[in-house]
T-cell receptor, first 116, second 112 residues
Framework: AQKVTQAQTEISVVEKEDVTLDCVYE???????LFWYKQPPSGELVFLIR??????QNEISGRYSWNFQKSTSSFNFTITASQVVDSAVYFC?????????????FGKGTSLLVTP | SQTIHQWPATLVQPVGSPLSLECTVE??????LYWYRQAAGRGLQLLFY??????ISSEVPQNLSASRPQDRQFILSSKKLLLSDSGFYLC???????????FGPGTRLTVT
């Protein structure tokens, strides 16, 4: 079975602080894909990143960075120098290939509030 | 570039009434299409997916059905809505050999 746990339900930070959103996943598959999505108040999910299970390189995109560690089954997301526009719900998701192989298994999301 | 549309954006329907939500994708051909529901508590659940016209797979048995009458059109339906059908319905697409899914703006359904 596939499972994604985002233990942080809500996080509140002040603008310019760094914040890390945690994601822990479970799967028995050796090949899988991990994702992060952002859901602003408008509701649409915005794709941020995909990471393959065989590629443990960390990635940086502007103020965003991702730390993938297979040893701890974690795929954490850090926002550096947070801004008010970063306020949203962030979802971590896993796609593995048992069962149908098409579903993205989402965590319950972390609501991030960045205040001025 | 590709875009995905959903309508209506919001819908209030009484219990027992029918439902039809539509999703269309532009700028790509032969996409995989998906319907998700996001209930209170924020979790997203895959309801249906389709890898081609007329090919529908259901992930969770329920009161809903899906159809794909055209390559880039995906419809979510119900003959009789239940209160538990309330939620935020998201359509998504992906390329055939790609894994990331791109989501539409969603439809907020309230069943009264």
């Amino acid at each position: 079975a596939q499972k994604v746990t985002q233990a942080q339900t809500e996080i509140s930070v002040v603008e310019k602080e760094d914040v890390t959103l945690d994601c822990v996943y479970e799967t028995r598959d050796t090949t899988y894909y991990l994702f992060w999505y952002k859901q602003p108040p408008s509701g649409e999910l915005v794709f941020l990143i995909r990471r393959n299970s065989f590629d443990e390189q960390n990635e940086i995109s502007g103020r965003y960075s991702w730390n993938f560690q297979k040893s701890t089954s974690s795929f954490n997301f850090t926002i550096t120098a947070s801004q008010v526009v970063d306020s949203a719900v962030y979802f971590c998701a896993l796609r593995a290939f048992s069962n149908s192989g098409y579903a993205l298994n989402f965590g319950k999301g972390t609501s991030l509030l960045v205040t001025p | 570039s590709q875009t995905i549309h959903q309508w209506p954006a919001t819908l209030v329907q009484p219990v027992g009434s029918p439902l039809s939500l539509e999703c269309t994708v532009e700028g790509t051909s032969n996409p995989n299409l998906y319907w998700y529901r996001q209930a209170a508590g924020r979790g997203l659940q895959l309801l249906f997916y389709s890898v081609g016209i007329g090919q529908i797979s259901s992930e969770v048995p329920q009161n809903l059905s899906a159809s794909r009458p055209q390559d880039r059109q995906f419809i979510l339906s119900s003959k009789k809505l239940l209160l538990s059908d309330s939620g935020f319905y998201l359509c998504a697409w992906s390329r055939q050999r790609s894994y990331e899914q791109y989501f539409g703006p969603g439809t907020r359904l309230t069943v009264t």
